[in-house]
């Protein structure tokens, strides 16, 4: 499969990044075709612009070339793989940004004239896959309502259809995590990617 994985951190030798390269690790080891997308390397800008959110009504919503290149990978991609520290119990802004400006009209979604209705426009993607850091334990995040992965297993998997299966990895409590927690979530990274 050709896969896709979105990293939003802003330290490049962040934990994040480490687990983005095991998942990169693991998407190869198995045959896949993977690209990354750096954001923060990338200088990607999370703020939908007044001029972006006028084409967003038109038959032609992207007006940057950054964001047409990203559109591109992810009409290619079949398994999105999107890696982040869970800041303020949900998505980094430039993630949520990313999303909305490349989720517009024509990539994230159709309308079906005949019965206007909306419909998924990356049915081709099979796999959605979150892999998240977050400074509390777990039993706070279910109680915050975890809501980057909600975002991504479910609002996102709007955008694929309900073939794709959604999938997460999660590191509570990165603040108190020993090395050998560390360690071995990066294998899990790995080997659960590889294994896709």
Known sequence: MKALIVIAHPKHDSFCHT???AAERGLRSAGHDAVTIDLYAERFRAAMSVDERIAYDT??????????????LLRASELLVFVYPTWWSGLPAILKGWLERT???????????????????????????????????RHYAMLMNDNGRRVLSRALRMSCGWRARPSW????????????DRAAFLDKVETKVGSW
């Not at 038959?59 to 591109?72: F, K, S």
């Not at 979604?109 to 998240?132: A, C, M, W, Y």
């Not at 990895?169 to 050998?180: E, K, Q, V």
């Open 169 to 180: 990895l999660a590191l509570y409590g990165i603040d108190t995590s020993s090395d050998a």
């Open 103 to 137: 989720m517009v009209p024509g990539v994230g979604f159709t309308f079906d004239e005949r019965t206007g209705k909306v419909r998924p426009g990356l049915q081709h993607v099979r796999r959605i896959v979150g892999v998240s850091t977050w400074g509390s334990p």
């Open 19 to 21: 687990a983005a390269a």
């Open 59 to 72: 038959d032609d919503p992207i007006l940057d070339p950054q964001v047409e290149r990203h559109v591109d």
